[in-house]
């Protein structure tokens, strides 16, 4: 047994601390005897995790009160808020913050007339509406969890920013979706022509040599519903290269329905599908 002797830090007596089979040190008098200070501190009491101490008493509780009182219709009137106690600002007051984004781009968000989720077909084309302006279609999100008309079924969305089709495009006729991001289309002349959609990549669907991924049938099924609304009449731009290494057109497609106008590159983005 390891022994030390010191005098004890209260009483200034001289004991021996013995370390036990435990590991821990206790004091003991020279005779052997476990050392009783008769000095030694009162134990605090124990606290009980979790549980908060019991209010102070005496002649300063009392001050609680009024402390308590005032941070309680501090909290109430909203802190140092200028605005009506309990209410948000309204519309107006937030969107001088920053220019709305329905402001910055002319589009069809700003003639659309606020009538709830009832005026939109499905959810992505409310959340798209939402997203352009928060403020202006708050109505569209009551509940402020950042998403739209969640109550609406799933779809596509029109292209908001624009109400026509671009001019100098190419009427060709549908043939068959091929996969999320590649359909296949004949053209005036009769030839039949693969065509990749540009800026935007779905899952892969497992042809040829590759494997199939997540979302690869779904993002396909996605795009040949869409485009099923076409009635076979779809329009091709151009962008700035003609075909790809594999002799795919390479192109943005549009189509237009009662809804409006569909770039379907940016609608298969928006719905979540590439």
Request: hydrophobic share 40%.
């Amino acid at each position: 047994m390891s022994v030390h002797q010191k005098p004890c830090r209260n009483c200034a007596q001289p004991i021996e601390l013995r370390r036990g089979d435990d590991g821990r040190w206790r004091p003991f008098d020279p005779d052997g005897r476990p050392h009783d200070c008769p000095l030694r501190p009162p134990a605090l009491p124990a606290v009980k995790p979790g549980r908060a101490s019991a209010a102070p008493a005496g002649r300063w509780s009392w001050l609680l009160l009024p402390l308590i009182l005032a941070a309680l219709l501090f909290a109430r009137s909203g802190g140092t808020n200028d605005d009506a106690p309990g209410e948000l600002a309204p519309p107006g007051a937030l969107a001088t913050t920053a220019p709305s984004a329905a402001a910055r781009v002319p589009s069809a968000v700003a003639r659309l007339p606020n009538g709830g989720c009832s005026r939109f077909g499905n959810q992505v084309w409310a959340q798209s509406v939402y997203d352009a302006d928060p403020v202006v279609n708050g109505d569209l999100d009551p509940d402020r969890i950042g998403r739209a008309c969640d109550i609406l079924p799933p779809g596509a969305a029109p292209a908001l920013w624009t109400g026509s089709i671009p001019r100098g495009v190419e009427q060709v006729a549908l043939l068959n979706a091929i996969d999320g991001d590649t359909i296949r289309v004949r053209r005036g002349d009769g030839a039949v022509e693969l065509v990749r959609l540009v800026g935007v990549d779905t899952p892969e669907t497992g042809q040829g040599t590759r494997a199939l991924e997540c979302y690869g049938l779904e993002a396909t099924d996605f795009t040949a519903e869409l485009l099923g609304r076409a009635d076979g009449v779809i329009y091709l731009e151009q962008d700035r290269e003609n075909r790809d290494r594999y002799g795919r057109l390479l192109r943005y497609v549009w189509f237009e329905d009662a809804d409006g106008v569909y770039l379907v590159n940016e609608a298969i983005v928006r719905a979540g599908y590439g």
